[in-house]
């Protein structure tokens, strides 16, 4: 069974840190998606990661695909209050094709 | 264009009572999806479909049955239900099953059995 582990599982910090997140496998994953989910709404994707070794930027967000293609990050500079919320990773299992979430991360960025 | 939308918001329900979970889409998206999510558990893969009148069981399907109907629309039922069955509910449509491909999400229907 395709796993995907993410740490920290929570995470508090001031405006202005910078933070990294991270999502961990023992499987390869074809690709890897972030998602970011607001209190009392649906996932929103970030990103979608799909060459190991790719490093994607959005803004203050940067996420990579690890080389084996088993792992992935997002580093977030300066962070920000608006930056608040839930963070998961996902990515297709190689058996259904269908998405496989890891636990989620949640994040506080207080003022 | 409201994407998907999911109805009601919120539910409490009693041990054993049904109800239907509604779901609609408005983008032409062929795949559907039903997801629960859990605190510290992400999301798990209730049913999906890949079009009108094709459904089938994802990764935790017990409980719980679907229908598609039409494209638009894809409803989750649960007709017995149990404590266990208390999360919230998501929908979401994507056009293709394409790896890279965006899933779109509802708000969510939190519900609690008691």
């Known amino acids: 069974t395709q796993l995907l582990e993410q740490s920290p599982q929570f995470l508090s910090i001031q405006e202005g840190e910078n933070l990294t997140v991270y999502c961990n496998s023992s499987s390869v994953f074809s690709s890897l998606q972030w998602y970011r989910q607001e209190p009392g709404e649906g996932p929103v994707l970030l990103v979608t990661v799909v060459t190991g070794g790719e490093v994607k930027k959005l803004k203050r967000l940067t996420f990579q695909f690890g080389d084996a293609r088993k792992d992935s990050s997002l580093h977030i500079t300066a962070a920000q209050p608006g930056d608040t919320g839930l963070y998961l990773c996902a990515g297709p299992s190689s058996n259904t094709g269908k998405l496989i979430f890891g636990q989620g991360t949640t994040l506080q960025v207080k003022p | 264009n409201a994407g998907v939308t999911q109805t009601p918001k919120f539910r409490i329900l009693k041990i054993g009572q049904s109800m239907t979970l509604q779901c609609t889409q408005d983008m032409n998206h062929n795949y559907m999806y039903w997801y629960r999510q859990d605190p510290g558990m992400g999301l798990k893969l209730i049913y999906y479909s890949v079009g009108a009148g094709i459904t089938d069981k994802g990764e935790v399907p017990n409980g719980y049955n679907v229908s598609r109907s039409t494209t638009e629309d894809f409803p989750l039922r649960l007709e017995l239900a149990a404590p266990s069955q208390t999360s919230v509910y998501f929908c979401?449509?994507?056009?293709?099953?394409?790896?890279?491909?965006?899933?779109?999400f509802g708000p969510g229907t939190r519900l609690t059995v008691l």
């Open positions: 979401a449509s994507s056009l293709s099953l394409a790896l890279a491909d965006t899933q779109y």
